[in-house]
């Protein structure tokens, strides 16, 4: 799996800026939401393109077939 972080930075005057990396889909704004929910007030959001991505889980299945 990709590694995921989210980075935060302050600017001069207090503002938050908050951007998530390897967090495809409305995961990453549930993620922020969960991280700064009660200290932060959401001016703004610029979704990047990860944010029209899906995670993309791979199931293989095996099938063998049985020798009679």
């Known amino acids: 799996m ?3 972080r989210i980075v935060i930075t302050l600017d001069e ?3 938050i800026n ?3 990396e390897g ?6 704004l549930d993620e922020l939401q969960e991280l700064l929910g009660e200290i932060a007030e959401l ?4 979704k990047t393109d990860e944010f029209y991505q899906t995670n993309e889980l791979h199931a293989q299945n095996k099938i063998t ?3 009679q």
């Not at 001016?43 to 610029?46: F, G, N, R």
């Open 43 to 46: 001016e703004s959001i610029s």
């Open 23 to 28: 967090i495809k889909g409305e995961m990453c």
């Open 2 to 4: 990709a590694e995921q």
């Open 65 to 67: 077939r049985r020798q």
């Open 13 to 15: 005057n207090g503002k």
């Open 18 to 20: 908050a951007a998530t």
